[in-house]
């Protein structure tokens, strides 16, 4: 079994690609389900969440983003989990951190 240290950091670098691949699929431009292009607040409201979780989002080295944001956000882009789960794993592999 490998150490904790080694899990953790490995679990870190998955949810870092997590955030950054939300960020360039969804959070470079806002936009309402009609496709306007809206403010940070507006989406955040819209998907409801918060605006400071869509800050920590679009951080390069990322957070350990909790699975009801996923959702969330996917909700109201209406995208399944299943295909953005698909598409994280074409764009990033199926094994990051190996």
Same mark, same amino acid.
């Given at each position: 079994?490998?150490?904790? /240290?080694?899990?953790?950091?490995?679990?870190?670098?998955?949810?870092?690609?997590?955030?950054?691949?939300?960020?360039?699929?969804?959070?470079?431009?806002?936009? /309402?389900? %009609?496709?306007?292009? #809206?403010?940070?607040?507006?989406?955040?409201?819209?998907?409801? #969440?918060?605006?400071?979780?869509?800050?920590?989002?679009? %951080?390069?080295?990322?957070?350990?983003?909790?699975?009801?944001? #996923?959702?969330? #956000?996917?909700?109201?882009?209406?995208?399944?989990?299943?295909?953005?789960?698909?598409?994280?794993?074409?764009?990033?592999?199926?094994?990051?951190? /190996?």
């Amino acid at each position: 079994m490998k150490n904790k /240290d080694d899990l953790n950091k490995k679990n870190a670098l998955v949810n870092k690609h997590l955030c950054n691949f939300i960020e360039f699929k969804f959070l470079r431009e806002f936009h /309402d389900q %009609e496709g306007n292009v #809206i403010s940070q607040n507006k989406y955040a409201k819209l998907c409801g #969440i918060s605006a400071s979780t869509i800050t920590k989002l679009k %951080e390069p080295q990322g957070y350990d983003v909790p699975m009801s944001i #996923i959702y969330s #956000i996917c909700r109201h882009e209406r995208y399944t989990l299943e295909g953005f789960f698909k598409k994280f794993e074409q764009a990033k592999g199926i094994n990051i951190p /190996d």
